[in-house]
């Protein structure tokens, strides 16, 4: 009798499971694959089920709306409809996975999510570090540091390209701060260039680095297709418009303009869905910046608001905000990269 009951009861709640939508809304910036990741949807065949199901819903290059809710695959074996061969594949990717001690005890865990990227390199530069702060923002008592959110945006992007496949160098690093959640970043000048120690001297802390990406490139270039140098930075000079960010490529650099306009296009649709009203206006420009003129690979110099300016400030406290950022950043680049492997 009590198993008869134990039966009816499992098939009943089997039943309603199946029979039982799952859905969600995107968190601010997520794509689709870091959507399904958050509800542990992490192969190709849930990517495609999710296409499927609410393909009525996407935006363009199917790009998560904002406040829509999105019907979330099922777990169950329904979903799996590729050919042996191709699941195979997927589990073994599935199960790729590894440590990046920088991204700190939390978020050390990098997981690839697919091979988007594969072929593409890319070294990653918060701008700033050890002696020098960059621009300094007051928020009541508290100092924001340019150096540290730039290099918290870094890290964030620079998970996301390895999560897609992509080679991945971190030149600034800081051996303690990984991908923080604080609105508030603890400032230190604990950051190095790959371990080295960080001059004061203006020209020589940029020639450090441009000189490491460098060496770095010299290896890279005979395994990778595609190079970048990303240098992050949150310090604007020019007025204190909300919402501006500057993309700057090197004078004459026909692939960096390219990489530059992709990703003011990138960040114009996601202002468009995210945030319809507030309009974007980010500008792209030719710049003879140090680390543009003496980088090898093609470099992009992004600004991405004014550490100074009371606004774009509630933008980086936030570490969602920041997230977003970086995922906007990776998307420009896989965007870019699709366009031309060269
Ligand atoms: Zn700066």
Same mark, same amino acid.
């Given at each position: 009798?009590?198993?008869?009951?134990?039966?009816?009861?499992?098939?009943? /709640?089997?039943?309603?499971?199946?029979?039982?939508?799952?859905?969600?809304?995107?968190?601010?910036g997520?794509?689709?694959? &870091?959507?399904?990741?958050?509800?542990?949807?992490?192969?190709?065949?849930?990517?495609?089920?999710? @296409?499927?199901?609410?393909?009525?819903?996407?935006?363009?290059?199917?790009?998560?709306?904002?406040?829509?809710?999105?019907? =979330?695959?099922?777990?169950?074996?329904? +979903?799996?409809? &590729?050919?042996?061969?191709?699941?195979?594949?997927?589990?073994?990717?599935?199960? #790729?996975?590894?440590?990046?001690?920088?991204?700190? #005890?939390?978020?050390?865990?990098?997981?690839?999510?697919?091979?988007?990227?594969?072929?593409?390199?890319?070294?990653? %530069?918060s701008g !700033?570090?050890?002696?020098?702060?960059g621009a300094?923002g $007051?928020?009541?008592?508290?100092?924001? *540091?340019e150096?540290?959110y730039a290099y918290d945006i870094a890290?964030r992007l620079?998970?996301?390209?390895?999560?897609?496949?992509?080679?991945?160098? =971190?030149? =600034?690093?800081?051996?303690?701060?990984? =991908?923080?959640?604080?609105?508030?970043? &603890?400032?230190? #000048?604990?950051?190095?260039?790959?371990?080295?120690? @960080?001059?004061?001297?203006?020209?020589?802390?940029?020639?450090?680095?441009?000189?490491?990406?460098?060496?770095?490139? /010299?290896?890279?270039?005979?395994?990778? /297709?595609?190079?970048?140098?990303v240098f992050i930075h949150l310090d604007s000079?020019s007025? !204190?418009?909300q919402m501006d960010v500057f993309f700057y490529?090197?004078? $004459?650099?026909?692939?960096?303009?390219?990489?530059?306009?992709?990703m003011k296009?990138?960040f114009?649709?996601k202002y468009?869905? *995210?945030?319809?009203?507030?309009?974007f206006?980010g500008t792209?420009?030719?710049?003879?910046?140090? %680390?543009?003129? +003496?980088?090898?690979?093609?470099?992009l110099f992004v600004e991405l608001g004014n550490i100074?300016n009371?606004f774009d400030q509630?933008r980086f @406290?936030?570490?969602?905000n920041r997230q977003a950022l970086a995922n906007w950043l990776?998307?420009g680049?896989? +965007?870019?990269?699709? $366009?031309?492997?060269?």
């Open positions: 009798m009590k198993s008869y009951f134990l039966f009816l009861f499992l098939f009943v /709640s089997s039943t309603c499971l199946v029979g039982q939508e799952i859905k969600d809304r995107p968190r601010d997520e794509g689709v694959y &870091a959507f399904l990741q958050r509800h542990n949807r992490l192969n190709q065949k849930y990517y495609r089920a999710f @296409i499927k199901l609410n393909k009525n819903k996407l935006g363009k290059d199917n790009e998560l709306k904002k406040h829509h809710t999105y019907i =979330i695959p099922d777990l169950s074996e329904k +979903n799996t409809n &590729a050919d042996e061969t191709a699941v195979k594949n997927e589990s073994s990717r599935e199960d #790729k996975s590894w440590r990046e001690p920088l991204f700190g #005890k939390k978020e050390e865990r990098v997981k690839l999510l697919n091979n988007q990227l594969e072929g593409a390199c890319f070294y990653i %530069v !700033h570090g050890g002696p020098d702060p300094i $007051k928020m009541g008592k508290y100092q924001l *540091h150096d540290e890290l620079a998970k996301n390209l390895m999560q897609q496949g992509a080679k991945v160098h =971190i030149i =600034i690093q800081d051996a303690k701060d990984g =991908i923080r959640e604080d609105r508030y970043l &603890a400032n230190s #000048k604990r950051e190095t260039c790959m371990g080295k120690k @960080i001059p004061l001297n203006q020209l020589e802390r940029l020639k450090q680095r441009s000189d490491k990406i460098n060496e770095l490139y /010299s290896k890279d270039r005979k395994k990778y /297709s595609y190079c970048r140098s000079r007025q !204190h418009k490529y090197a004078p $004459k650099s026909t692939n960096g303009l390219r990489l530059a306009n992709e296009r990138t114009a649709s468009d869905t *995210h945030q319809p009203n507030r309009g206006t792209v420009s030719s710049r003879g910046l140090y %680390v543009l003129t +003496n980088t090898q690979p093609v470099g100074q009371q509630r @406290i936030l570490s969602s990776a998307l680049l896989l +965007n870019d990269f699709r $366009k031309g492997k060269e």
